[in-house]
Nanobody, 124 residues
């Protein structure tokens, strides 16, 4: 049974930082590309960041480029999202997702497994 469990979300002031973590189990983690997505109330789920199975390839949404960093530790079966200079518009539930396909994707439908999400709230 595949499980992705996010953690690290909380209330933070604008300009602050958070690091989200996602623990994976039940899959050969090192063979999966991983992504972070977010969903704000009343909005569709949107792509945030992608990291390839081996780690060297990353990709970011324009809205977070230069502020967020995705990384992974295949030995620990973990993926992380370091978020700096947080703004109120970053407020959302953040999800990690696993993709077995070979290419980068920003589309939620291309991901096979999802976590339950962790809430990030940025106050102004």
């Amino acid at each position: 049974q595949v499980q992705l469990v996010e953690s690290g979300g909380r209330l933070v002031q604008a300009g602050g930082s958070l690091r989200l973590s996602c623990a994976a189990s039940g899959l050969t983690f090192s063979t999966y590309n991983m992504g972070w997505f977010r969903q704000a109330p009343g909005k569709e789920r949107e792509f945030v960041a992608f990291i390839s199975w081996s780690g060297p390839s990353t990709y970011y949404a324009d809205s977070v480029k230069g502020r967020f960093t995705i990384s992974r530790d295949n030995a620990k079966k973990m993926v992380y999202l370091q978020m700096n200079s947080l703004q109120p518009e970053d407020t959302a539930v953040y999800y990690c997702a696993a993709r077995s396909g070979p290419y980068r994707s920003i589309l939620p439908r291309d991901y096979n497994y999802w976590g339950q999400g962790t809430q990030v709230t940025v106050s102004s």
